[in-house]
């Protein structure tokens, strides 16, 4: 095996995934699509819950001040949304969307937007992605990422179902995330403690909370912007770690 075929695996499960979706979708009425989204988001409530919890690990909890671990995510989701803000990221993110959506579904009978970019974001967060990829690019195995193209396989049939092939397309921006990562852990092995990526996790929690609300229809929030809070969390955790 060679370095990267993880996320190559990936890559192939999404789009596979995604194409079998859309073939089980248009045979299903709006109402049971609608039900399908109904369980996409009740499902991604789950892993939420599952994400967050990583804020009362024993080792985050160790390493950093009483009282610091929800201020450490707390912090990194109110700056990393005035940075995301400032940028424009959820803005830029569907401008890609609407062009990716005028060249492959022009008839609109598909929301390519909110399946781009909803199927986007919760593919790339979470510890797999992240340690996964780091593990394939140190050449220490493939199995974090052979489990992760296999939930994602899964999930990208039950979004693609509801969602379109702005699932299938989801896989670029997962595999440019996930090959960096890749490129990291061969130049420079495991550069994350195990309670920044916890400090990670917890916040990437919080944004597919965020995700969940949006396809419940309960509240609409500007996820993308969140996205440098994901980069910031490691960051202020080494922080919290040094006082």
């Given at each position: 095996m060679?370095?990267?075929i993880?996320?190559l695996i990936n890559?192939?499960?999404i789009?596979a995934?995604?194409s079998l979706?859309?073939?089980?979708?248009?045979?299903?009425s709006?109402?049971?699509?609608?039900?399908?989204?109904?369980?996409?988001g009740?499902?991604?409530l789950?892993?939420a819950?599952g994400a967050?919890?990583?804020?009362?690990?024993s080792?985050f909890?160790f390493?950093l001040?009483?009282?610091f671990?929800l201020?450490?995510?707390?912090a990194?989701?109110?700056?990393?949304?005035?940075l995301?803000?400032?940028l424009k990221?959820e803005d830029?993110?569907?401008?890609?969307?609407i062009?990716?959506k005028h060249?492959f579904?022009?008839?609109g009978?598909s929301?390519?937007?909110e399946?781009?970019v909803?199927?986007?974001?919760?593919f790339v967060?979470?510890p797999?992605a992240?340690?996964?990829?780091i593990s394939d690019?140190m050449?220490?195995g493939?199995e974090q990422?052979?489990?992760?193209?296999?939930?994602?396989f899964?999930?990208?049939?039950a979004?693609?179902?509801a969602l379109?092939w702005?699932v299938?397309?989801?896989?670029?921006?997962?595999?440019i995330y996930q090959?960096?990562?890749t490129g990291?852990?061969?130049a420079?092995?495991?550069?994350?403690?195990p309670?920044?990526?916890?400090?990670m996790?917890?916040?990437?929690?919080?944004l597919?909370l965020?995700?969940?609300?949006?396809?419940?229809?309960?509240k609409?929030i500007?996820i993308?912007?969140?996205?440098p809070?994901?980069?910031?969390a490691?960051?202020f955790?080494?922080?919290?770690?040094s006082i």
């Open positions: 060679f370095v990267g993880g996320t890559i192939f499960a789009v995934g995604a979706g859309v073939l089980i979708g248009n045979r299903m709006e109402k049971t699509r609608n039900l399908v989204m109904d369980v996409l009740a499902i991604t789950i892993a819950a967050i919890k990583a804020l009362w690990d080792d909890i390493q001040p009483d009282g671990p201020l450490v995510v707390l990194s989701l109110l700056l990393g949304g005035l995301g803000s400032l990221i830029r993110l569907e401008v890609v969307g062009q990716l060249r579904d022009r008839d009978k929301p390519f937007v399946g781009f909803s199927a986007s974001l919760l967060i979470g797999l992240i340690l996964g990829s690019g050449s220490a493939i990422l052979t489990l992760k193209s296999i939930l994602d899964f999930t990208s049939i979004f693609a179902a379109g702005g299938a397309l989801s896989a670029l921006p997962v595999g090959f960096a990562w990291i852990g061969f420079l092995g495991s550069i994350l403690e309670y920044q990526v916890s400090a996790t917890a916040t990437g929690g919080v597919l965020g995700i969940a609300l949006k396809l419940l229809n309960i609409q500007a993308g912007n969140l996205l809070a994901l980069a910031l490691p960051l955790a080494l922080l919290a770690n």
